[in-house]
């Protein structure tokens, strides 16, 4: 599932490439309704006809496409949803659910396997949104923001780190890639961590998704970019889908496990519940693909 790094990636791309450029058209493939969360696709046809791109912004893992009447077209990828920016000659991928027609000759497509993506257009993204903890690579995020969604929580850190609410734009790849940057075990109650803990989970959190975006986020199954392409991140990923692989830091075989329902990857030693904290190297090593 496309996470913070994965959709930062896709508006990085997308926004100087249809910024600017009229919407001649929309089109839905039979059967992909439910894909549309307010509107039929007609109703959504007449309010993106000659709208132009103003720019697209990112809260958590929502894209909002800024219309130039002050609309949003707000556009979730769930699951396996991505967003294909092509000339119009270009074959159709399988799997398209939506297309916005621009008047260039391009086309704007939602390509969704799984067909749990929604677009929605609303006045302002936020009235798409469900309610979103801060975002993680902002400066409203600090270690006191990150505190105030853990401090008297019990759930497992893990669980607390997917739960939007708390900080938006985690999934499961960046969850366990920051826990073992922490040296934290994905099952220590969110809020009994002490306060060395706090910044190192702070710092950890900043680095995977710094390093998720640097790499052009993380393809482990259908992740890909507006052009189609594959990430790269996960070639530089430290724990997560390595099991039985040696950890980097102690050799010491990945551990997985099930934690609040996800899958969890972690170093039984360098996670241990009672080892202390310590900055790890930041920088990770590249694995051949
Ligand atoms: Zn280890």
């Known amino acids: 599932m496309p996470e913070l790094p994965e959709v930062e990636t896709v508006r990085r791309q997308l926004e100087p490439l249809i910024r600017g450029r009229r919407i001649s058209g929309f089109e839905l493939a039979p059967g992909a309704e439910r894909l549309l969360r307010g509107a039929s696709a007609a109703e959504l046809r007449d309010q993106l006809r000659d709208r132009r791109f103003e720019r697209v912004d990112r809260r958590g893992k929502y894209l909002g496409l800024q219309l130039d009447d002050g609309r949003c077209c707000v556009v979730h990828l769930r699951m396996t949803g991505a967003l294909h920016f092509r000339r119009s000659d270009h074959p159709e991928e399988r799997f398209t659910r939506a297309v916005f027609q621009l008047a260039d000759d391009h086309q704007l497509r939602f390509v969704d396997i ?21 975002e993680p690579l902002s400066d409203e995020f600090d270690v006191a923001a990150l505190w105030d969604a853990l401090r008297g929580r019990t759930i497992a850190l893990k669980a607390a ?52 975006v640097a790499h052009g986020g993380a393809s482990f199954r259908d992740y890909t970019d507006t052009a189609g392409k594959a990430g790269e991140q996960q070639y530089y990923v430290r724990v997560f889908r ?20 996800r899958a969890t990857h972690w170093c039984p030693r360098c996670q241990h519940p009672r080892q202390k904290t310590r900055n790890l190297p930041h920088q990770s090593r590249p694995r051949s693909p």
């Open 114 to 134: 799984r067909k749990f993506g929604t677009i929605d257009v609303v006045d302002q993204m936020a009235d798409a949104l469900p309610k979103l903890g801060p």
């Open 161 to 212: 780190l997917l739960d939007q609410r708390s900080v938006a734009g985690i999934g499961n790849i960046y969850a366990d890639e920051a826990l073992f940057l922490a040296r934290l075990h994905p099952e220590v109650p969110a809020g009994a961590l002490r306060a060395r803990e706090r910044i190192a989970l702070h710092a950890a959190i900043q680095t995977v998704l710094e390093e998720g």
């Open 242 to 261: 390595r099991t039985e692989q040696p950890c980097d830091e102690c050799n010491t075989p990945i551990r997985r496990t099930i934690v609040g329902g």
